[in-house]
């Protein structure tokens, strides 16, 4: 089973900015297409960045100009900055691969906007 832990989230205000991290361990992150997925509270878990070993990437359009995923092969993370927050961002954010594998499900870390 490979390790996905994801940290960084927290409590912001309407257009603030968090950075959050993915680390996995050995050569996993390098050779998969790596994303970062959100859910809601009674929504279903969606898919809002995604990037490829080369760091091509694609946002979902809810998110898209503000926020960005990039990776770092050398640390095996994947990172996801997020700006301009606004209080429908407010969810518990998972990282995995792209399509996903049910078995490399995190606890994730949640992120709440709100004043």
């Known amino acids: 089973q490979v390790p996905l832990v994801e940290s960084g989230g927290g409590l912001v205000q309407p257009g603030g900015s968090l950075r959050l991290s993915c680390a996995a361990s050995g050569m996993f992150m390098r050779i998969n297409v790596m994303g970062w997925y959100r859910q809601a509270p009674g929504k279903q878990r969606d898919l809002v960045a995604r990037?490829?070993?080369?760091?091509?990437?694609t946002y979902a359009e809810s998110v898209k100009g503000r926020f960005t995923i990039s990776r770092d092969n050398a640390e095996n993370t994947v990172h996801l900055q997020m700006s301009s927050l606004k209080p429908e961002d407010t969810a518990v954010y998972y990282c995995?691969?792209?399509?996903?594998?049910?078995?490399?499900w995190g606890r994730g870390t949640q992120v709440t906007v709100s004043s």
């Open positions: 995995n691969t792209v399509p996903s594998i049910n078995r490399y």
């Open positions: 990037i490829t070993p080369t760091s091509t990437t």
